[in-house]
Every structure is written in C-alpha cells, then in structure tokens.
C-alpha cells in the first residue's frame, strides 16, 4: 500500500444554498514510536490551512505484535461554501 498524503473521499451536507464538507478518510502510516495524540498534531499541522477546524477520529490497525500498520483517519471540518 502506498501512502495517501491527501484524504481520498469527501462527503458533504448540503442545506439550502451551503454545502458543508462533514469528513474525509485517509490512510496515515504511524511514524515508529509515535502515539496517537502525536499522530493527531501532526495532522492537524498538516491540514488545518486547508479545513476549517479539523477534528479527526483515529482506528489503528495493528500486526500481531502490537506494532502499528496503519490508521484508517476521519478528518471532520466546519468548512462551509455556497453554492
């Protein structure tokens, strides 16, 4: 699997003339040692000047041993635009 440096699917709420984007999924390989606070910093950094208060909901799959694989992300956001 390749590394996915932008999210890869968007979903979006539309009310009225607005449409606000709610969440996107993405893969983020886990730096070695790196904890989950640490990974959602990292992102945050990453993405906050391209979403409006990113939020994100982490599920971490891990091999046998513990050690992370990867993390399945959900970045949520108050981005709102007309249309």
Not at 29 to 50: C, F, I, N, S
Request: net charge negative; charged share 25%; with cysteine.
């Amino acid at each position: 699997m390749a590394h996915m440096d932008a999210p890869n699917r968007e979903c979006y709420s539309v009310t009225g003339n607005y449409r606000t984007r709610v969440w996107v999924a993405f893969l983020e390989w886990p730096r070695p040692g790196e904890t989950a606070g640490e990974l959602v910093q990292r992102l945050h950094m990453k993405y906050q000047a391209d979403y409006a208060q990113p939020t994100f909901d982490i599920e971490v799959s891990r091999y046998q041993d513990g050690t992370p694989k990867y993390a399945l992300v959900r970045l949520r956001t108050l981005d709102v635009e007309e249309v």
